[in-house]
């Protein structure tokens, strides 16, 4: 069992720039494909980014390539979103997810665990 807590949402301005963090519980985080999803309102959840076991690996949704970075620090059961240039289409809640699979990957259903969100308002 992972458990998810995210942080480091709020309030920006367009351009300006937000690092959400996710701790995770539990001694196996380095076994887990971490990523990131986002939920407007009225919209699907949609996938963002993701990392793998070691952060060697990664991908990004191509709304946010360029924009967005994703990483983490296994000592620390860790996985950050540095988001830059921020766009009022970036406003959503964001998810840190977990998954078993080895490599990133952008299918929500099979990440196994969830955080409970963070807000991130982008204004214009």
């Known amino acids: 069992q992972v458990q998810l807590v995210e942080s480091g949402g709020g309030l920006v301005q367009a351009g300006g720039s937000l690092r959400l963090s996710c701790a995770a519980s539990g001694r196996t985080f380095s076994s887990y494909t971490m990523g990131w999803f986002r939920q407007a309102p009225g919209k699907e959840r949609e996938f963002v980014v993701a990392?793998?076991?070691?952060?060697?690996?990664?991908g990004y949704a191509d709304s946010v390539k360029g924009r967005f970075t994703i990483s983490r620090d296994n000592a620390k059961n860790t996985v950050y979103l540095q988001m830059n240039s921020l766009k009022p289409e970036d406003t959503a809640v964001y998810y840190c997810?977990?998954?078993?699979?080895?490599?990133?990957?952008?299918?929500?259903?099979?990440?196994?665990?969830w955080g409970q969100g963070t807000q991130v308002t982008v204004s214009s």
């Open positions: 990392i793998g076991r070691s952060g060697g690996s990664t």
């Open positions: 997810a977990a998954s078993t699979i080895a490599a990133p990957h952008n299918l929500y259903h099979l990440y196994n665990y």
